[in-house]
């Protein structure tokens, strides 16, 4: 009987290309991959390490399969990822229950890892992250209409805040044929959407080209986008160039969304975090986006109470969030890492109860400002990729407004397709990020901007609000 080996999560989108390509690498060796609520053998624990909550998030899920390992339900437990290449010799040391290390320039090491840590041993895969190499790794996708592509690994950039080049490395950028290819492949699968992701998406190709090649990689996947949904994800503010909103408008496929890591909007905190000073102009980086994309949809990740931000500090960002329309909006209050520049700064600290309240005062700002745009979408008819079918015969989605599970849904009466396909519906009613509208067609119109001009004035437009080429297209 083949060993079975369940996979758990944590943390982001990147991440869960990491435990796709842990999957594979299992499948490959023999074992047997499934959900991490069914029975196995092994449990492997795909951690994260960005903030503090989430390091305890995944310490949490560690001493859990560790108990059910306890009662007989495991056999083993190995950590994976972000938190074991940060502190993985701590962890080694002071967590004697779990009995494999795997960080993340290591994945291609997992099957050895599992046979190591069924034979009594405790493997200790933990190298530089430089080493991994993402250009031919192949994964066991997840089955479903999304897929995420992972074009480049690590950061170039040094945040004083952020611990991620400690964890992922410099940035190492994908060929764009492997990318290319990859991407190919998703679509021949039935795929309707893709979503580019990075560290830092702007940032893809600076390694290999000197500048960014991210223009170059929509240019040439543009043509492979009728009837797809082609989504950006994790922009650094400075990367928003003209040309790539060029090359945006002029692809098809490519929607009105817009995931920007803004972080702040006062120069002198943005001084202190180290951002680029081309990034400290959010308005205008936001006024040019609009001129391109009149309806996009923005998102941007703030920190709150970052040191010495004060009470007026923090009232500009609300301010500066409502103005311009942010209507997806991540706060996080600041958590010091240590490691960072920033875990130094003693001047200016906020209290923890005090990051907290005003993460959540931003969240809710962030929710009002959801619904204000969702209100005027109302009347409308737009795309949206049907993700699930409910009990009751609603149908779930998402409208190119809406990113894969951190965004809001839209709620479908009257289709009667199955999941993974487009649908035309009128959106009739919004409630902060939910909207809800009626079936119309599953037809979705052919409409190509070809310019800035063109853009604006077919963004507006029912047929297009996806910003791109629409036709059905059967699943193959």
């Not at 994976?80 to 290591?106: H, I, N």
């Not at 530089?128 to 190499?133: I, K, L, Q, V």
């Not at 109860?353 to 969240?363: G, V």
Request: with cysteine; charged share 30%; glycine share 10%.
């Amino acid at each position: 009987m083949s060993i079975k080996v369940s996979l758990l999560t944590l943390g982001c989108d990147k991440n869960a290309v990491d435990t796709e390509i842990l999957a594979y690498v299992l499948q490959e060796a023999g074992y047997t991959v499934v959900p991490p609520e069914e029975e196995a053998d092994v449990r492997v624990v795909n951690t994260c390490a960005f903030i503090r909550e989430a390091k305890e998030t995944s310490l949490a899920a560690l001493f859990r399969a560790a108990r059910e390992k306890e009662r007989g339900r495991l056999r083993a437990v190995i950590a994976a990822g972000c938190l074991v290449q940060r502190y993985g010799e701590v962890l080694r040391e002071e967590l004697p229950e779990v009995d494999g290390f795997l960080g993340t320039g290591d994945l291609a090491h997992i099957s050895e890892a599992v046979r190591r840590a069924l034979a009594g041993e405790r493997p200790f895969f933990v190298s530089a992250p430089e080493n991994a190499s993402y250009e031919h790794l192949r994964r066991l996708r997840l089955p479903g209409p999304v897929a995420y592509v992972k074009v480049a690994e690590g950061c170039h950039r040094r945040c004083s805040f952020c611990a991620i080049p400690l964890v992922r490395g410099g940035l190492r950028s994908r060929s764009l044929r492997s990318v290319v290819a990859e991407v190919e492949t998703l679509l021949e699968e039935g795929v309707r959407e893709v979503v580019l992701i990075a560290q830092d998406l702007s940032a893809y190709g600076l390694d290999l080209a000197g500048r960014s090649l991210l223009p170059d990689l929509i240019r040439a996947l543009g043509p492979l986008f009728r009837g797809r949904w082609l989504r950006l994800l994790y922009l650094y503010p400075s990367g928003i160039t003209t040309e790539l909103l060029e090359a945006m408008a002029q692809s098809s496929g490519v929607v009105p969304y817009f995931d920007i890591s803004l972080q702040h909007v006062v120069p002198e905190l943005l001084r202190r975090m180290g951002r680029d000073p081309r990034a400290w102009d959010a308005e205008g980086i936001v006024r040019r986006i609009r001129e391109f994309f009149p309806d996009a949809a923005l998102r941007s990740s703030f920190i709150v109470g970052f040191p010495g931000e004060t009470e007026e500090d923090f009232a500009a960002l609300l301010d500066f969030v409502q103005r311009t329309e942010i209507e997806h909006v991540g706060a996080f209050p600041y958590s010091p890492e240590e490691g960072t520049r920033a875990f130094a700064l003693r001047e200016g600290r906020v209290p923890l109860r005090e990051r907290r309240r005003r993460a959540e005062l931003l969240m809710e700002v962030g929710r009002k400002v959801a619904e204000r745009r969702n209100g005027r979408r109302l009347g409308r008819v737009v795309p949206v990729l049907i993700e699930r079918i409910l009990p009751n015969g609603e149908a779930v989605g998402r409208t190119p407004y809406d990113a894969p599970e951190i965004d809001g849904h839209t709620v479908v009466r009257g289709y009667g397709g199955p999941a993974g396909e487009f649908a035309l519906v009128r959106l009739e009613h919004a409630w902060e990020t939910e909207t809800f509208g009626t079936f119309v067609s599953e037809e979705v119109a052919d409409e190509t901007p070809h310019g800035r001009a063109e853009t604006r004035e077919l963004s507006a437009d029912v047929g297009s609000a996806a910003g791109g080429e629409r036709r059905r297209g059967s699943r193959r």
